[in-house]
C-alpha cells in the first residue's frame, strides 16, 4: 500500500495536569488530586496519533531552545515522526499548558503558548487550494460530516470519559490515517471516533492516545446506552 505523507503544523506544548473532584470557581483553590506531566500541544498530540495509527508524519512546529522542546523533540523522534521541520526559538520558551481534570473527565485549560506564538505556517497556501469536505466534531453527541454535497451524523461510541484531553486531537490524527489510507472520509470518520473513545478513557494528552494494535481494547469499555 502507498500510503502518503501526513504533514502536521501546529503547537508543542508541555502539558502540567491535575486532577481533583471538581474544577475550582473564580477566586477558589482546590485542594488535593493528583499531579502529572507530560507531552501536548494540539499539534503535537494529532502528530502522535496519526504515527500511532499507522501514519508517515512530518511535524512542523516551533520549541524554546529549552528543556522542555529538547524532550519533546526526543519523544517524537521515538514516535517515528519526522522533525526535521521543528524549528527552535533563540528568545521564547516552549509553551507549556496548565490543565484541571475532574473526575467526570471535564478540564479547563491555560496555555502560555511561547514558541509557537512565533511560528508562520504554510497555512494560507493551503486554504487557498479549497476544501470539499468538512468534519465538525462535536464531543459525546459524535461527528457531522459533509462530503461535497452529502451530509452524514457519525455517532459517538459510549465509554466512561476518565479525561477529555487530546480526544479531538487523537480523533483528527487518526482521520488523517484513515484518509491518507484510501478510506472514504466517512469510514475514516468511523474509524477516528473510536480511537478518539479509546483516549477518553485513559489520563493525559499524549499518554492517552492509543496505538493501531490497542483498538481491540475498545470492546471493554463499552456502555450500552
Known sequence: ??????????????????????????GETVIGGTF????????????????????????????GNDVFGKQSIELYKSEGINTDYIFSDPKLPSGVALIMVDAHGENCIAVASGANGSLIPAADVISAKGVDNVVITMGAMGAFVKEKEQYHIVEA???????????????????????????????????????????VTRMGA??????????SLLESKLVIA
Open 206 to 215: 499524549q499518554s492517552s492516545i492509543p496505538y493501531r494494535n490497542e483498538l
Open 1 to 26: 500500500m502507498n500510503i502518503k505523507k501526513i504533514i502536521v503544523i501546529g503547537s508543542c506544548n508541555t502539558d502540567m495536569v491535575i486532577k481533583s473532584d471538581r474544577l475550582p470557581i473564580p
Open 36 to 63: 502529572l506531566m507530560n507531552a501536548g500541544g494540539k499539534g503535537a498530540n494529532q502528530a502522535v496519533a496519526a504515527a500511532r495509527q499507522g501514519g508517515k508524519v512530518v511535524f512542523v512546529s516551533k520549541t
Open 157 to 199: 461510541t459510549k465509554v466512561v470519559a476518565v479525561d477529555t484531553t487530546a480526544a479531538g486531537d487523537s480523533f483528527s490524527g487518526a482521520l488523517s490515517v484513515g484518509l491518507s489510507e484510501g478510506k472514504s472520509i466517512l469510514d475514516a470518520v468511523k474509524s477516528a471516533a473510536k480511537v478518539a473513545a479509546l483516549t
